[in-house]
């Protein structure tokens, strides 16, 4: 189909981006963006994971320019990012050196290690607190000094506690299949356009960046039986992993000589999922499998909800579109689909009159055919 | 002391360390800036622990500046905005580069920072871990 370009307009489009600015400061408040970095964390997290570009300032200033528009701010972000050279590639990201701050596991009630809660809404009414309506800066002050007498009186003392990966100890006990590493340079999504079959990598590359709903909605349809993966979930951790790139920028393993560059914060989950396998015997056996999910900060509904469409990509040979990755990987990015959508309500007068006059030729036709 | 480890403790730590480092070799030595800070991504490759593959799961933005001193070139590099510590982080590579007498010094400001962010970290995990629970499965 071939497109028509319109012109004009130009005074009309200079006073809408007028209008638009009049709408964010018409209420007369300022909403600093450091205010919504340190109140509004998993709005921040959700952008950055979506726009594939880790930074809760950068974030949270597109959030305060798109008003809280979650499409518009990831869309700001990504193009942001594509103004910005790529200068390092990091060493292997290594999630077992995380510093965990939550870590459950919904199949196992006693994991080595334990069962951390951390920061989660999991387990809170979902009532409205009206008392946040009139909420303080004094009330703030109050409640956090209250807070910090509180944990000072914390014991803590000896080393730093690691937590083993739940998928080890099982792996340890032979319950799951171990692979070996695969060392095989990621496909880049950002360098190369996808093309079909496509690669581990790219697939969750995609997945990772995918928009929350998109990710979820598409996670839960396989639950509900528009696929065919039910998992459990073995383990969700959420915590800060170091982030290393090696010395001149060469790919060097040289532990010593690498640079620490700082911390990310990341949600991963992995997911067992119960499958059935021919054994060497050709007898059919009960096997387990693991759907692996991860994304920035905490989002743990889009870890989870990531961790079942890649065992759903694992296994296409299914019927269901959830095992279909041409249907999964290209309708689930925010941009590309908010993008293809919103293009719909930009003028398309060529198109439309075209389709309307073969309408008004049909029914002509008719006319004159009824009327001989 | 190795790269790894010091650029750990240099950004874990107070940013006052960093700036001490690096007055003190500005103070004596001609520091060239080779490289202005300047922002730019960090392409993050990450290993999946179901298949044990390699992924990128998505860029970070970082700072990164460039200095030289006697000829060495340092570099600074940090996740964020950070013009200044990415400057101090160079000069400090670049002393280290340079083998510079100062650096020798060094360790003891060092060391003394990192146990401290040691201690941090194990009272911020105490915190954690009172949050660690124990469900039991009730008798049907």
Redesign the interface.
Known sequence: MGYVAVKGGTNAIEASIQRLKYERLKGKEVIEVETILKTMRQLVDQVM?EA????P??AALAIKQAEGSMEEAVFLLRAH?ST????????????EAM????RISASF?DIPG??????THDYTHRLLDFDLAAETKADIEKWTNQWMEE?KE????????HFP?V?DYLREEGLFPT????????D?V?KKSLAFPAS???R??IL??GQTGAVTSLGYASLRGYGQVHPNVGEVRVGDV????A?SNENTEA??????????K?T?V?SFVPVTTKNERNEMELNF????G?C?GQNETKAIAMSIL?QCLENQDNPFSTHDEEFVLYHIDSVESTGFISHLKLPHYVTFQSKLDSVRNVKKGRAEDEKA | MNRRRRTEILIQGKPSLAQKLADEIKEKYLCQEVSAPKYGLTMMKVRETAKNSLFYIGEVLVTEAKVAIKQEIGVGIVIGMKDELATHLAIIDAAYNAELPETANWEAPLLAEEQAIREEKIHKQAQILRTKVQFETMEV
């Open positions: 994971s594939s570009l880790y930074s300032y950068l990012r910005l050279p790529r200068l390092y590639y990091s060493q292997t990201v290594n999630t510093f965990v701050e939550r009630k334990g069962q951390i809660l951390g920061a944990i914390i014991e803590s003392h000896g080393e730093l506690k990966k998928v692979y070996p590493l695969n060392n095989e340079n990621p880049d950002t581990r990598s790219e969750l590359q990772t960046r170091p982030i290393y790139v010395s532990k010593d000589d690498e640079y620490y560059i700082g911390d990310v990341l991963e992995e499998e693991i759907g692996y991860i920035y890649d």
